[in-house]
């Protein structure tokens, strides 16, 4: 019988939180958000369904967990699994120790906005349940299989040495779980060649061989990649020297304009929300077109470039809240890959409801599907993994 897993995601403002047994209908879930806030709170779902709103005011990480823990105390969880989104070079899940919480905080400066608050989390939790296991699950161990040739820059050798500038990739946790639910949905778990596109206000591409990811669209920060929600994505380097030598910015200020005001809503100049942009295009607004196009463009581009470390490509992921969602993003980005051979069935395109999992292809060429994702899920798993090896 699999051990209860709770599952603890802090972020800068905000805490996801998900108690998983074996059975996924007895999750309990929610969303601690607007810490340090008038208007803190607590949304979630209990046991059975029921939905739960507390109010939290002025609570800090801390504080919002220990009335998180508080309330699940009763379910009396036997693991915690952290996602940690910086691991540096660490390759898989491990066991919080002291030595563990040092390497977290020695790859700080590589997730400033992340791990800090992923450090208040296991302090936290590690002080209130002293006696449950404690896992680090890295966003980034995912990708520590990819060759060299696709995690170094062309820089200089002593940055790489000295100072670990290398790609590194994010959304490991999603990434991973799709492909693997997709291979083992299309009868070879774990075997083959897929692309994953994981899309949401943050995204990322992935091409995975045999269970492993070879490369990623993500690099040595999340800023890397595709076009995301308020993220640029991929920028010619010397934007920088040219915003300050033009525009006086400095450092700060462009590095803020690349990930808050950038993407999609920095195209549109409404939103950076899918669904909103799609609603408005309908509408004629030029502007929001023309962001869907960048958008479906250049995730068509990452998945054609990152299909280089395929030797053969059995299929493609669609997840995250756009990719599991928008029909019409999909059908878009597949129009720029027919040279692949993808057989796109538009109605069943269209039939996938919110939440669904199916394919899309008409049962020929590379394989199309869309998978929710289950980060959390992922995590448990590789919680328990680390706790019970040979379980």
Not at 77 to 102: D, F, S
Not at 233 to 256: E, M, T, Y
Request: glycine content about 10%; aromatic content about 6%; overall charge negative.
């Amino acid at each position: 019988m699999a051990i209860s897993v709770l599952v603890i995601n802090c972020g800068s403002s905000s805490i996801k939180y998900a108690l998983i047994s074996e059975r996924r209908e007895d999750r309990i879930y929610g969303l601690a958000e607007n810490l340090g806030a008038a208007d803190a709170r607590i949304k979630g779902v209990t046991l059975g369904g029921e939905p739960l709103e507390l109010s939290i005011p002025y609570a800090d990480h801390a504080k919002a967990l220990e009335t998180l823990l508080a309330r699940l105390a009763n379910y009396h969880p036997q693991a915690i699994g952290h996602r940690v989104v910086h691991g540096g070079n660490i390759t898989k899940a491990e066991l919080l120790t002291p030595e563990l919480v040092e390497r977290i905080e020695a790859a700080t400066p590589l997730a400033p906005l992340h791990n800090p608050a992923h450090l208040i989390g296991i302090e936290a939790t590690m002080r209130l349940f002293p006696q449950l296991p404690q896992v680090a699950v890295f966003d980034t161990a995912f990708h520590q299989t990819m060759p060299e040739h696709a995690y170094r820059y062309a820089l200089p050798k002593y940055l790489y040495t000295e100072h670990q500038v290398r790609r590194y990739g994010f959304h490991g946790t999603s990434h991973a779980y799709v492909t693997e639910r997709a291979s083992e949905l299309a009868g070879n778990k774990n075997q083959g060649g897929w692309l994953s596109a994981h899309l949401g206000n943050g995204s990322s591409t992935c091409a995975v061989w045999n269970g492993h990811s070879v490369d990623t669209s993500m690099g040595m920060t999340p800023l890397e990649g595709v076009v995301m929600g308020t993220r640029s994505g991929d920028v010619d380097p010397s934007l920088h020297l040219f915003l300050a030598s033009n525009l006086g910015w400095d450092i700060q200020k462009i590095d803020s304009m690349l990930n808050k005001e950038s993407g999609l809503l920095g195209l549109s100049g409404l939103s950076n929300d899918m669904r909103t942009l799609v609603e408005a295009s309908e509408n004629g607004h030029e502007d929001a077109t023309l962001a869907i196009e960048v958008f479906c463009y250049r995730l068509a581009k990452s998945l054609s470039a990152l299909s280089c470390g395929l030797p053969r490509l059995d299929g493609l992921v669609f997840t995250g809240g756009i990719g599991e969602n928008s029909a019409y993003v999909r059908e878009k980005t597949l129009g720029y890959l027919s040279h692949f051979g993808l057989q796109f069935s538009k109605e069943k395109n269209d039939a996938l409801a919110r939440g669904s999992e199916g394919r899309i292809d008409n049962g020929t060429g590379p394989q199309i599907w869309v998978i929710p994702t289950d980060e959390e899920g992922r995590i448990a798993k590789e919680t328990r993994q680390v706790i019970e090896p040979n379980a």
